[in-house]
């Protein structure tokens, strides 16, 4: 079966840098993709990563590494307005979007 | 620019009664359109998606229907709703073109509790 791994929640400090990590087991892969989902409201795109290596985007990073199956969403310098849910997602060989539950990410003062 | 929207943001129905929700793409033409479930704790669930005018394509057989009567509407219905049914309902849209690249642009989404 298909199935996406990430932490159900972290906690981090305001000003700080959090990892979040994602492994994958899918039929193929056409792409692996990270949004961001703030409570109650729709999940908006942050990064898209199809080969090996980091992809810088402000302060958010996002890495893949195909033969692990591993990508991780790097935040830096982190702001209150970060508190939401982080969710993986991956694209098989099907063109089909494979997502997992999501990681909480809880900021604190 | 292209916009979504979904409406109703929220609705309480009882059981048994009928649904629809509907979406509605801008400044696109020909997109793919899904609607997915999200229940709390879980990953998103395609129930939906179509990739043109009367082109539907279940994920999960249910009670649940979809239509797309216009190239930029999408309809999901019930005619019965059971309880199972609760849940946070997105819709979503993205290019024509089948590409691993393709990135999902969601509407705001419709918070349904069925009584």
């Known amino acids: 079966g298909q199935n996406i791994d990430q932490p159900t929640e972290m906690t981090a400090t305001e000003g700080a840098i959090v990892q979040i990590n994602c492994t994958y087991q899918t039929s193929g892969f056409n792409g692996l993709f990270w949004y961001q989902q703030h409570a109650g409201e729709a999940p908006t795109f942050l990064s898209y990563?199809?080969l090996d290596g980091l992809e810088e985007k402000g302060r958010f990073s996002s890495f893949l590494s195909r033969s692990k199956g591993y990508s991780y969403l790097l935040l830096k310098e982190l702001q209150m307005k970060d508190s939401a849910s982080y969710l993986c997602a991956v694209m098989d060989s099907n063109y089909q979007l494979i997502w997992g539950a999501g990681t909480k990410l809880i900021i604190k003062p | 620019s292209q916009t979504i929207h979904q409406w109703p943001a929220t609705l309480v129905q009882p059981v048994g009664s009928p649904l629809s929700l509907e979406c509605t793409v801008e400044?696109?033409?020909?997109?793919?359109l899904y609607w997915y479930r999200q229940a709390a704790g879980r990953g998103l669930q395609l129930l939906f998606y179509?990739?043109?005018?009367?082109?539907i394509s279940s994920e999960v057989p249910q009670n649940l229907s979809a239509s797309r009567p216009q190239d930029r509407q999408f309809i999901l219905s019930s005619k019965k709703l059971l309880l199972s049914d609760s849940g946070f309902y997105l819709c979503?849209?993205?290019?024509?073109?089948?590409?691993?690249?393709?990135?999902?642009?969601f509407g705001a989404g419709s918070r349904l509790t069925v009584l």
């Open positions: 179509s990739v043109g005018i009367g082109q």
């Open positions: 400044g696109t033409s020909n997109p793919n």
């Open positions: 979503a849209w993205s290019e024509g073109s089948i590409s691993g690249a393709n990135v999902l642009t």
């Open positions: 990563n199809v």
